[in-house]
């Protein structure tokens, strides 16, 4: 697990070539799978096999970072109610889709086309997909130069974004690594986030987690990143003998040092 989220990139290039009938038996299989894992109760995965016309329609309206990218297939997110757990649950489970769909080497790359008008989505996604807000871009990777270096990401240290007791107070790296959590915060940094935002922020109390998300009157509040952030939280949490989940917890947004940030969950040590 820590070795795919220092590896984990959103694929941006893909081959046009459609996949085979057992890769495409395959990602079927899967979603129906993750949809179970989460009880049918959130979401359904909507798979889009005309990828020509969904990017040709969509060019220039949504996308990752205002970029629609080119796939030959697309996964959709339906929400089955629009609620703040169902958004978290859903971003949850699809990120836990794309993972596995990395094992059959297959790439993804979150698109958001929350902007885009519904009439539009009505026509390209049908009418009952009006409401979807995300796709999730699907195909085989192109191959990549190897006489070129890829740009990496910065990311926040660990001080920067897990605080002890309360909010803004430093923890020292010692005491991760006494109750065994260094490996846990170092590597969760490297989840994906939007825009590379890496809004999270931990809060490590006695015996348990607070998970925080910082936004912004020009930057609203991504709860999709909430959802992809618990999902490798646990994860990671799983690999060292924490088998707890995430509880969401509802509180009044924290303002700090002129910054906005909201309580997501707790998660129990």
């Avoid at 890829?150 to 991760?176: M, T």
Wanted: proline residues 2%; negative net charge.
């Amino acid at each position: 697990m820590s070795n795919f989220l220092k590896d984990r990139k959103s694929i941006r290039d893909y081959k046009k070539k459609k996949l085979d009938s057992k890769s495409m038996e395959n990602v079927m299989s899967l979603m129906g799978e993750i949809q179970e894992e989460a009880n049918n109760e959130y979401f359904d995965f909507i798979l889009f096999e005309n990828g020509e016309k969904v990017h040709n329609s969509l060019k220039g309206i949504g996308g990752y970072a205002g970029v629609m990218i080119e796939s030959p297939h697309y996964i959709g997110i339906r929400l089955k109610e629009v609620s703040e757990e169902s958004v978290i649950n859903a971003s949850y489970y699809s990120e836990k889709l794309m993972g596995r769909l990395s094992n059959l080497n297959l790439g993804s790359c979150w698109l958001s086309i929350r902007d885009v008008d519904r009439e539009i989505k009505a026509v390209v996604l049908g009418e009952e997909n009006k409401n979807i807000a995300y796709l999730v871009a699907l195909g085989y990777p192109k191959a990549k130069n190897p006489f070129i270096n890829e740009a990496s990401s910065s990311r926040l240290g660990v001080g920067e974004i897990v605080f002890k007791e309360e909010f803004g107070q430093s923890i020292d790296i010692i005491e991760l690594e006494n109750r065994g959590l260094d490996d846990l915060f170092y590597y969760v940094r490297f989840a994906p986030s939007s825009f590379n935002n890496q809004p999270w922020r931990f809060v490590l109390e006695k015996d348990k987690v607070i998970l925080l998300l910082a936004y912004s009157d020009e930057n609203r509040v991504s709860l999709m990143d909430a959802g992809i952030i618990m999902y490798y939280f646990e994860s990671l949490a799983r690999t060292i003998g924490i088998e707890n989940d995430w509880v969401l917890i509802d509180e009044e947004d924290l303002v700090y040092e002129g910054r906005k940030y909201k309580f997501i969950g707790e998660f129990k040590l």
